[in-house]
T-cell receptor, first 111, second 112 residues
Framework: DVKVTQSSRYLVKRTGEKVFLECVQDMDHENMFWYRQDPGLGLRLIYF???????EKGDIPEGYSVSREKKERFSLILESASTNQTSMYLCASSLLVGEQYFGPGTRLTVT | GQQLNQSPQSMFIQEGEDVSMNCTSSSIFNTWLWYKQDPGEGPVLLIA?????ELTSNGRLTAQFGITRKDSFLNISASIPSDVGIYFC????????????FGQGTRLTINP
């Protein structure tokens, strides 16, 4: 079975802090994704990566950056957290076109 | 960005009832995916469809790839309490093979 893990299930940070969210997949997938999920807005793609050191902006990249130094690991960085970044963050990976496998999510609260 | 139109947005049913939901798009899709998300968890892939007209089952779940390639349907038979959650349809948009677009979800609530 594909396993996608995220470093924290719950995280509380203060406004202005730098925040790192880590995601690791164990199935040698090429593609990795970061989404945020908010009530009424569904799943929105922040960034994705189709290879090591490669990244592409999704629909809402502002205020975020990413890093992919190793194939199995994809990090989401909030350079200066703000309250409007309070959300559920979901990481996913895929090998085939379409089929993405999600991690359990990180619920981030910025106060 | 492009989204899929999923309906209904929510359903309140009795345990044991059958459930139907659907997803439509203005564009042709070559793949349809159905996910379920339990409260506080990430979405889990239930069924993947790759061919127009395809009908695929996974236990009590059955999904169909519409013949026009612009819609898909998910049915759940004889619902049980653990079916509660949000069901999402998704698919790779035209020209954006590595990404997915998602429906807004159907929230299923079951009264025992």
């Amino acid at each position: 079975d594909v396993k996608v893990t995220q470093s924290s299930r719950y995280l509380v940070k203060r406004t202005g802090e730098k925040v790192f969210l880590e995601c690791v997949q164990d199935m040698d997938h090429e593609n990795m994704f970061w989404y945020r999920q908010d009530p009424g807005l569904g799943l929105r793609l922040i960034y994705f990566s189709y290879d090591v050191k490669m990244k592409e902006k999704g629909d809402i990249p502002e205020g975020y950056s990413v890093s992919r130094e190793k194939k199995e690991r994809f990090s989401l960085i909030l350079e200066s957290a703000s309250t409007n970044q309070t959300s559920m963050y979901l990481c996913a990976s895929s090998l085939l076109v379409g089929e993405q496998y999600f991690g359990p999510g990180t619920r981030l609260t910025v106060t | 960005g492009q989204q899929l139109n999923q309906s209904p947005q929510s359903m309140f049913i009795q345990e044991g009832e059958d459930v139907s939901m659907n997803c439509t798009s203005s564009s042709i899709f070559n793949t349809w995916l159905w996910y379920k998300q339990d409260p506080g968890e990430g979405p889990v892939l239930l069924i993947a469809l790759y061919k127009a007209g395809e009908l695929t089952s996974n236990g009590r779940l059955t999904a169909q790839f519409g013949i026009t390639r612009k819609d898909s349907f998910l049915n759940i038979s004889a619902s049980i309490p653990s079916d509660v959650g949000i069901y999402f349809c998704a698919g790779p948009p035209p020209g954006g093979a590595q990404k997915l677009v998602f429906g807004q979800g159907t929230r299923l609530t079951i009264n025992p």
